[in-house]
């Protein structure tokens, strides 16, 4: 692990601007991570339920940090190919929870996913997986997945 | 077809409040609908490019879009699936448009893909595929593709 | 469950003919599936390693055989949309299995994920999600993912 | 073009044996390439229909040689994603034809595309993509798309 919860979250501050506010990485283990979506008026659609673009936004950035967490801050990890299927309906009114995990971290590309859930709910509400492409020379220093 | 480019940007306006503002229908056929995301700051990345969030959405709204213009607005068909790839950098300062097509328009199942261009430019910047499930009863009338 | 590992392999013997050969489900519980894929000549590509349409034979058979284990045999689920990911070289003269279960089983849809391991291997060699459009009537007597 | 569909029917033969028989390139242009998969008995599953795995061979097999179209037979380019949705039950009967383009070919990596048809019908019974990982220095010579 090159950067833990506080560290991402830092990062996140220092670089990400407005969007930092809405994310959150409750824990970051080798094996996990786990990433908040502060869900707030901007991120829901007509009818209550979470946008399927805050979805995806939120499955991207919590594998990005996974990346992030083994290879450090110093990465432009470009996400190349990503993947989502829609489960279920959010809850109306609850953050959503990122379980995310590396399944690759190769030289030059690493693949990651996620399962997202409504806060307090045990069904997923979507399953997410993507692809990223590794600057050269950047996955040099981590064990690889 | 049951609805044209202007039944569908009145449609968006109605429907989708706040949202439709960023988005224009250019033109509306049987073979092929293009949608144009008017890129803003909301949609930018650090950096300049377009948030791949606003890529997924704008490929979504497109394909939803072409499917309302088979079977009219009372549909409420729902995303269960979507792959995209990112192929290049989308240009600075450049609004993006799908060009979309319907692939199967069944009567659960809809597929439609869209290729994402900044404007003016002949390489495309994401390709994307999505599918919905349709409410029964909601594609009757629809000649099928 | 509807079905269990002697069940679905019984299954495989009488509907699936030459091919169930290939296959031996290894486990089945409510919470995860394991298929073994017995690697033989047929599924390898010049170089020794196993070809692509074989992990995702595998990994369609296996999803699907985990959504017959929770509605049982009369089901004709019919495979809509998958996605997979290859992320090692698997090795050479070693089956592969597949772990598998079920993120969602609707009344009209079914979706299922699996991870694909050389034996006696940590690091997975694909990941794979399926979609599977469920016929009207079949998921009745199942309790829902 | 670094291949055109004699040199890459010839390539086919050489470097993959048995398989070579299922395959036809019909044509190699730059904006397309059609590819023939000679349907038997080994391509159907129980019920006539081509099988999902074949279907995915398919469309591996010809973005595979859409790529070697440009880059020449020295490449080695490995699939590392593939999305595929199945839109229609193929004809009994009929050959499959996959009509295939290249979405990218950059350094690393390559993304194409394919709509596979049973031979003589309109409506397209599979749509595809897939990404490749492009071996160091393999592409150097073509022109990107």
Do not use: W
Not at 1 to 24: I, P, S, T
Request: hydrophobic share 50%; aromatic share 6%.
């Amino acid at each position: 692990m090159m950067m833990d919860a506080a560290a991402l979250n830092a990062f996140l501050e220092r670089d990400f601007g407005q969007v930092a506010a809405q994310f959150c990485v409750e824990s970051a283990e080798v094996e996990q991570l786990m990433l908040r979506l502060r869900v707030g008026v901007m991120h829901l659609r007509p009818g209550g339920t979470v946008s399927g673009p805050s979805m995806f936004g939120l499955a991207d950035v919590a594998i990005y940090l996974a990346i992030l967490s083994r290879i450090g801050p110093v990465a432009l990890a470009v996400t190349t190919g990503a993947t989502i299927d829609f489960l279920r309906k959010p809850e109306a009114g609850a953050d959503l929870l990122a379980e995310t995990r590396l399944l690759k971290l190769g030289r030059r590309l690493a693949v990651g996913e996620a399962l997202l859930f409504s806060e307090g709910q045990v069904a997923p509400v979507a399953r997410a997986s993507m692809t990223y492409s590794i600057p050269p020379g950047a996955a040099q220093g981590a064990a690889p997945v």
